[in-house]
DNA sequence: ACAAATTTAGACACTCTTGTCTAAATCGTC
DNA sequence: GACGATTTAGACAAGAGTGTCTAAATTTGT
């Protein structure tokens, strides 16, 4: 066989095709069997590659997973703020609007791929690598609360909503819109659709009896104070 | 101290008490390295026993793994439901009684030892398991939101607060309380009293905008349709 | 078409782990 | 103190997995 006449197989790919290839094919090996259970030859083999090539690209196991875990934490990320753009700065109805909200953020950030397998290697392997998911923790969480509270403050201070902390609301808001799912993503599964906007929908209910505007001693002294300042 | 002879070890332990021990040390090395990764001359050195006594007491490393998790799933619903006890029927200071409810439920059942080592297998070795998990999930989560949803409806018939679903409030409190020790909990990691009170007071306070009771519910949405405006 | 770089399959040494086995030591109980 | 049950330390076979090495095949760039 001299070109790609390769009867059903896949057509050659190129070195850097390879290397993606070896790294997804880690993150899932990694997330079903745990470090110490992954198995080079298995990764290989689901990536199509010899398992040389994996040694080639990766010095080594321990390598591979930190190689993993970057990528999966870098297109999260990626994921997140491009979702977190799409907040509804001047919502027409403020419920459905955040409810399309929440429901973008899970399914584009914590219930893909990515997301599940990411956050499945935190849990299992956290404690082994500090610093790795340290510093995960600060890029991802962290600017991730920062930049929602960001919003969450210009939606009150545009007057539709009534908040005392926004960074607890920003916490609060992704708390609600996922404590029905909060069972299946323990367990590893993928909720369907029809659960991701159930949960988001009560959360957002619950969301804006605590927050909508409404007259109360709290926001009348803000209020209070903003107009003097 | 009638037998305690052993010069500066401690005393020699019964049948039963070798039993516990093993299935405790077992837990721990389960949880930090993982099903693949635990290796049983490890969990016989933590337990304080020969290797061959972990064979004589489970058979191999899987029905060790099983009794580990039935025994963290025993205990830990033991305490869920006598904490559930302690739930505020009669409350004096609302807000101040759920608080104490939310801190006694976090310390007693999800940050101590066997609620952490509990939550870490069921994280890590869910899927590779599915009936063990799925009983664990019968008895553990779907009876406590249950419990919970019956004293928060209790709350509501008393006029305490002011509840569509019980159900859906329950599971909203539990995500509500813990809010703050989410990124925590994946890491692993123990949160310390003050991040616990800090979470429940906060959580408490947001879900107690959303569900005391208060003038109606129409008032609410028509402000909110104003706001939106 | 040719040269350099990459990939492949396979063998290999080495380590680690599981689970079994044995004989001696220790324990609980009478 | 003596007996049966339990525990212990250690050796052991069998298997699995990592990481290295080599020589041949393939791909890529020019």
Redesign the interface.
Known sequence: MKLGVSPDIFPPRSHEAKRVSVVDAAASVFC??????ANIDLIAAEAGVSRQTVYNHHRDKEKLFVAVVRDLTERCNAGIFATIATFPDQ?????ADLIGFAVRMNRNCICNRDGRFL??L???E??RYPEL?AEW?EQG?GRTWSALAARFARLAYA??LSID?PD??A??F???V???L??TF???GVPTENEVLQSAT??VH?????????PSTASVKKQAALASA
Do not use: C, Y
């Open positions: 079903r069997q745990g470090f110490a259970g919502p027409g109805d403020i419920e956050r499945k935190i849990q299992a956290g404690e998911f923790r969480p007057g539709h902390d607890v609301a916490r609060q992704l708390a609600l996922n404590a029905e909060q069972i323990m367990l590893g009560n959360g619950t969301f804006l009896r605590a927050f909508s505007k409404r």
